[in-house]
């Protein structure tokens, strides 16, 4: 067992992040460059698609040419409230505890007021392939994270302000998502806008609600939570797997989806009691664990191909291991992963993490959700591991 003992890189990751206000870029923020203010943009779905994924995939930073500002991201802002709070639980130090308040008042700001209950989107508008949805409209994803890390904050600080909010928002996620009825299940919708299922994004909603049944014994929430799970265990593929989405276009397997599923699974059984998926949890994670870590070393994005490499795959394997309880058996493979992201993605100076390896390059963008904020969200989990000795 290799020791996990990165306190030196979460350090001046951390300096970075609170030096830059918690605030910087994002891979899918390309509109919000004031050249794309203009009927050409508003008429045209190609073209707003295709700058979102020319300025993701550019090799190099354009945004400060094109005078797209560094702001807060409300994922982002999330990851790292959680963040802190397990950093408050390890040391419980009175200036970790400031941070939280003002992450917890920033995540509050930027709430959407416009449903049924809190709810949050992304600080761009957003061109997928599927749907324009403009700034700020929520989606159940980051919703999710927000009203997560809520939830994480009141238990550091007790404000009920706090809860209230994060409770709220199983209103939008029951009231404001659309459900795909799939055998004795459905699945909830991805935004409120338009009906599609994308298995991770459900069972993030399914967490939530599961999460603040545990607060409530609501069983409303119960019923929705267990529903929400039977529609997207009845699309796991046989060999443990499952597929981004189902439609034809969202048939790819990825690492970093995957374990949010794990987790979102586990996290449902740890509230609710109620452990009828551990099968399907043990059938997943077989596959997670033997599909994306080549010579358990390098994390892969995809389960066919190497690149890019991303920190995104390495913080959430940190984050499933640790909510699956399985650092320790694993530990060789979380520290192999990191020691190899850090040497490779981290700027040795500043503390900051760049975006993805590719093949013959590495694209040095320093994304604040993306990357930053994932790996300062993981790098807490194993601060919290080395306290608790799962």
């Known amino acids: 067992m290799k020791p996990l003992n990165f306190k030196k890189h979460l350090s001046l990751l951390r300096i970075y992040c609170e030096k830059n206000g918690f605030k910087g870029w994002d891979p899918y923020d390309g509109l919000n460059s004031p050249f794309t203010k203009n009927k050409l943009f508003e008429n045209s779905f190609i073209l707003r698609f295709f700058w979102i994924q020319f300025f993701k ?50 995540l509050l700001k930027h709430k959407n007021d416009m449903f049924s209950g809190a709810c949050w989107g992304y600080n761009f508008p957003w061109q997928n392939r599927s749907a324009y949805l403009p700034t700020g409209y929520p989606t159940v994803v980051t919703t999710s994270f927000a009203a997560n890390a809520l ?63 545990h607060y409530t ?24 797997s499952w597929y981004y989405g189902r439609n034809t276009n969202q048939k790819w397997i990825d690492s970093f989806h995957t374990g949010f599923n794990l987790e979102c699974i586990s996290e449902y059984q740890k509230y609710t009691k109620d452990n009828s998926f551990s099968e399907n949890i043990v059938n997943g994670f077989d596959y997670y664990i033997n599909n994306f870590f080549l010579n358990s070393e390098i994390p892969k994005y995809f389960n066919n191909r190497i690149f890019p490499i991303d920190v995104h795959t390495t913080s959430v394997l940190v984050v499933t291991l640790y909510k699956l309880k399985k650092i320790t058996e694993y530990s060789d493979l979380v520290h192999n992963c990191l020691e190899y992201v850090i040497k490779n993605l981290q700027h040795k100076k500043k503390g900051f993490f760049f975006y993805q390896k590719k093949y013959f390059y590495i694209n040095k963008t320093p994304y604040m959700r993306w990357s930053q904020a994932w790996m300062f969200y993981a790098l807490s989990f194993i601060s919290l591991f080395n306290k608790n000795k799962l």
Do not use: W
Not at 157 to 163: D, G, I, V
Not at 177 to 205: E, H, Q, W
């Open 57 to 106: 995939r550019f090799p190099l930073n354009l945004r400060p040419i094109l005078l797209i500002k560094k702001e807060y991201n409300p994922k982002g802002i999330a990851l790292f409230l959680s963040g802190y709070c397990n950093l408050y639980s390890v040391s419980r130090e009175s200036s970790i505890l400031e941070v939280i308040k003002f992450l917890s008042t920033t």
């Open 217 to 240: 014994n609501s069983t409303e929430y119960l019923f929705a939570s267990k529903a929400s799970l039977l529609g997207v265990i009845s699309h796991q593929n046989s060999n443990g």
């Open 151 to 213: 939830m994480d904050a009141f238990n550091c600080t007790k404000n009920q302000e706090y809860l209230d909010a994060a409770l709220s928002s199983c209103k939008f996620i029951l009231k404001d998502l659309k459900k795909t009825k799939i055998g004795k299940g459905f699945v909830f919708s991805y935004t409120p806008m338009k009906r599609d299922c994308v298995y991770n994004a459900s069972l993030l909603g399914s967490r939530l609600l599961s999460r603040a049944f």
